[in-house]
């Protein structure tokens, strides 16, 4: 089993060890994407908040 390693760009004691399947595709571990998909609200709900506050 091949893995990829991803560091952290902020804290370098941070890194995620990712399996790689027999293609060479990246298994992503389900609370991972959980926790990508819920950042990318917060950020997109901020986002439309701030557009509220210009009107």
Same mark, same amino acid.
């Given at each position: ?9 902020? +804290?370098?004691?941070? #890194?995620?060890m %990712? ?5 060479? &595709? ?8 959980? +926790?990508?998909?819920? #950042?990318?609200? %917060? ?5 439309? &908040? ?6």
């Open positions: 089993m091949t893995q990829i390693i991803i560091n952290s760009p902020t +804290d370098s004691s941070l #890194s995620i %990712l399996p790689l399947n027999v293609d060479g &595709s990246v298994v992503f571990p389900k609370w991972l994407i959980d +926790d990508l998909t819920h #950042s990318h609200r %917060l950020v997109s709900f901020k986002k439309q &908040s701030k557009n509220h506050q210009r009107r």
